[in-house]
Antibody, heavy 119, light 111 residues
Framework: QVQLKESGPGLVKPSGTLSLTCTVS?????????WSWVRQPPGKGLEWIGE???????NYNPSLKSRLTISADKSKNQFSLNLRSVTAADTAVYYC????????????WGEGATVTVSS | QSTLTQPPSASGSPGQSVTISCTGT?????????VSWYQQRPGKAPKIIIY???KRPSGVPNRFSGSKSGNTASLTVSGLQAEDEADYYC???????????FGTGTKVTVL
């Protein structure tokens, strides 16, 4: 059974870059899946951020696209999120997840990582 | 960022049924049979309970069922149990530009 775990700094300064990594166990980022990021601001709903396919192809939320890069490191079985020029509005719990081929939705989620943007 | 509209709250007594609506547009819910529902307990990650409108992943009780009509999808929880108290979010595939949109979320309370 696949397991996902987010890691990264819990505090980022305004105008800085938010960087998170999702480590995959019980599966491989080279499998035919989409690997995704979703966030949830405090007390609010879920927002889809973007995803990366095993081939390296990416899809991004248009509202974040100009600040966003999602990449994968096959040697470490990880995929990562980089969000530039952050503001307090980017404060959220960030989740990584998986979407298998021929499936629409996230069938596996990490436990989430809290990131606060503050000076 | 478009979102799907859900009622903020729903409630029912143990054993009763509760239905949550999820209203989108002809570009998301109405366009694709790819609506999923997630259950999120406090402090926990979401868990998928319905996918592709009405399919249940292995291990999800058949008390949970999904349907869709036009631009509105619905989740019904039958035979409510105390453990069903949680936030529920719908989501829909929305095409190659946005990919997924989520609902506003519904807090289900078991009275």
């Amino acid at each position: 059974q696949v397991q996902l775990k987010e890691s990264g700094p819990g505090l980022v300064k305004p105008s800085g870059t938010l960087s998170l990594t999702c480590t995959v166990s019980g599966g491989s980022v080279t499998y035919s899946h989409w690997w995704s990021w979703v966030r949830q601001p405090p007390g609010k709903g879920l927002e889809w951020i973007g995803e990366i396919y095993h081939s390296g192809r990416t899809n991004y939320n248009p509202s974040l696209k100009s600040r966003l890069t999602i990449s994968a490191d096959k040697s470490k079985n990880q995929f990562s999120l980089n969000l530039r020029s952050v503001t307090a509005a980017d404060t959220a719990v960030y989740y990584c997840g998986r979407t298998p081929d021929d499936f629409y939705g996230l069938d596996a989620w990490g436990e989430g990582a809290t990131v606060t943007v503050s000076s | 960022q478009s979102t799907l509209t859900q009622p903020p709250s729903a409630s029912g007594s143990p054993g009763q049924s509760v239905t949550i609506s999820c209203t989108g547009t002809s570009s998301d819910v109405g366009a694709y049979n790819f609506v999923s529902w997630y259950q999120q307990r406090p402090g926990k990650a979401p868990k998928i309970i319905i996918y592709h409108v009405s399919k249940r992943p292995s291990g999800v009780p058949n008390r949970f069922s999904g349907s869709k009509s036009g631009n509105t999808a619905s989740l019904t929880v039958s035979g409510l149990q105390a453990e069903d108290e949680a936030d529920y979010y719908c989501s829909s595939y929305a095409g190659s530009n946005i990919i997924y949109v989520f609902g506003t979320g519904t807090k289900v309370t078991v009275l």
